[in-house]
C-alpha cells in the first residue's frame, strides 16, 4: 500500500456505524510516525514548561499566552497547527459533518504512581454548547491500558440523556462533576486500550472515566474537541468550574473554524483571538 494511502485518516462504514452505537470508536488508522513525532515532542516540552505543577490536567495549550512570552507562544502555535492537522479534520468529520469548528483541546498526563483518577462523567454538562454537538478526538502519546489508568466508557449511555452529577471536593479527582444517577452501570465499562499513536473518538454525552495511575508508566493522553457549526458556542452560558485546582474560563474562549462555514451564523470567532 502507498504510504498516502497507508496515512488516509478515514473511517469506515462498520466504524461509523460502531461509533452511532456506541457512542465511541477506535478506528483502524494511527498518527503518521512523523506527526506522532510532533505531537510527542510538543507534550514533552509543556510538561517541562508546566513544571512543577501536576500535568494530570493541563487546558488550551493550543492557545497563546495572553502575555506573548515567545517560548510558550511558540510551542502554542505549535500545538495549533497539530490540532488542525487535515488527518484529524479528515477523521472526525464523518461524525460531526464538513463544518468543523476547534474550539478546546486539553491535555491528560498521568504520572507513573500518582497519576490522578478521572470520575465518571459526560463532557456535555461542562460546556456551553447548544445543542449539545462535540466528537472528541483522544490521541495516546503513550500506551495505554487498564493498569496505567486508561480512558473507560459505557457503551451506548450516549443515547441515554443527560445523566444527573454532583459536585465533589475530593483533591484526588482531575474533575469535580461525578455522576450521580442511577443508570450508570459500571459492570458495562469497556477499557480503552490504545497503543501510542492510537485516536478514540467519542461522544460528547458518552459517559466515560479513568481509574487512577498506579503502575510504573506514564499515561499520557491529548483530548482535541471539533464541534459541528450547526451549533453553538454561546457565551451567555456559565457551565461552572469543571476542576477543583484548574480554573476554566468558557466566556472568552477563542474558537476557530477551522474547516467549512459557520451553518448556526452565530458564532464568534473574534472573541480571545490574540496572535491567530
Known amino acids: 500500500m502507498a504510504a498516502a494511502a497507508m496515512h488516509a485518516a478515514a473511517l469506515s462504514p462498520n466504524e461509523i456505524a460502531a461509533y452511532e452505537r456506541d457512542g465511541q470508536v477506535t478506528p483502524d488508522w494511527r498518527l503518521p510516525d512523523d506527526l506522532f513525532a510532533r505531537f510527542q515532542s510538543a507534550l514533552d516540552r509543556l510538561v517541562a514548561a508546566h513544571a512543577p505543577a501536576r500535568p494530570d490536567f493541563i487546558p488550551?495549550?493550543?492557545?497563546?499566552?495572553?502575555?506573548?512570552?515567545?517560548?510558550?507562544?511558540?510551542?502554542?502555535?505549535?500545538?495549533?497547527?497539530?490540532?488542525?492537522?487535515?488527518?484529524?479534520?479528515?477523521?472526525?468529520?464523518?461524525?460531526i459533518g464538513p463544518d468543523i469548528i476547534l474550539w478546546t483541546s486539553a491535555v491528560f498526563c498521568k504520572p507513573a504512581a500518582t497519576g490522578l483518577e478521572v470520575p465518571w462523567h459526560q463532557d456535555g454538562q461542562y460546556w456551553p454548547i447548544r445543542p449539545r454537538a462535540t466528537v472528541t478526538a483522544w490521541i495516546a502519546l503513550d500506551d495505554v491500558d487498564a493498569a496505567n489508568g486508561c480512558m473507560r466508557v459505557i457503551p451506548g449511555s450516549h443515547r441515554m440523556g443527560e445523566f444527573s452529577h454532583a459536585k465533589s471536593d475530593r483533591d484526588d479527582l482531575v474533575l469535580n462533576n461525578v455522576v450521580d444517577d442511577p443508570r450508570l452501570d459500571p459492570a458495562r465499562a469497556r477499557d480503552i486500550v490504545l497503543a501510542a499513536g492510537q485516536v478514540s473518538l467519542h461522544d460528547v454525552d458518552l459517559v466515560h472515566g479513568s481509574q487512577p495511575n498506579t503502575s510504573g508508566r506514564r499515561r499520557a493522553g491529548f483530548a482535541v474537541r471539533y464541534m459541528p457549526s450547526t451549533s453553538l458556542y454561546d457565551r451567555a452560558i456559565d457551565p461552572g468550574q469543571a476542576s477543583n485546582s484548574v480554573p476554566l474560563e468558557f466566556a472568552r474562549r477563542p474558537i476557530w473554524l477551522v474547516r467549512g462555514v459557520d451553518r448556526h451564523g452565530a458564532n464568534d470567532f473574534r472573541v480571545g483571538h490574540t496572535l491567530w
Do not use: Q
Not at 66 to 79: M, Y
Not at 82 to 89: K, M, Q
Open 60 to 95: 488550551l495549550p493550543h492557545v497563546a499566552p495572553a502575555d506573548g512570552e515567545p517560548a510558550a507562544t511558540a510551542l502554542a502555535r505549535e500545538f495549533f497547527e497539530l490540532v488542525t492537522h487535515p488527518l484529524l479534520l479528515d477523521l472526525v468529520e464523518p461524525l
